[in-house]
């Protein structure tokens, strides 16, 4: 594996830093948004006339992280259900987390077997995004 594999099916880091790192069988995600790979384009975020955002659509966001992140863990060696512990940043946790959590809840039916997760609303993130997820995930 490449010290820094960013696969074209996920879009690459917004700074300098390494989407992913392994450390002995376990591998450690850097923080991964819904930007849509190539374009990088903002999945699901709404614009007034002016270029304004005014507003986004969680679910589509999402999905598309989760995509993202199962690209990066499948470059590195590694599956969707391998995942062991998720840190989920939103920014608007009173408007966002009933749906984002049903979307949880599509990817993860079965709670006994899904990563540990912990959810945290916050003021911003460094780019227009909605929702952002911190990852660990095991290497078979």
Request: some cysteine; hydrophobic content about 40%; overall charge neutral.
């Amino acid at each position: 594996m490449s010290p820094n594999p960013v696969p074209p099916s996920a879009p690459a880091p917004v700074g300098n830093y390494p989407y992913v790192r392994r450390v002995g069988d376990l591998l450690f995600l850097s923080g991964i948004g819904p930007r849509t790979p190539g374009s990088d384009a903002i999945v699901g975020n709404v614009f007034n006339p002016r270029g304004t955002l005014v507003g986004h659509d969680i679910v589509a966001q999402t999905r598309q992280v989760f995509a993202n992140v199962r690209a990066v863990l499948e470059t590195a060696g590694a599956h969707w259900e391998d995942l062991v512990d998720v840190t989920v940043f939103l920014t608007d946790m009173a408007g966002d987390f009933k749906r984002y959590n049903a979307v949880w809840a599509e990817y993860f039916p079965d709670p006994t077997i899904a990563p540990c997760r912990t959810t945290l609303g916050i003021t911003a993130l460094p780019t227009p995004i909605a929702i952002e997820l911190k990852c660990i995930a095991r290497v078979r």
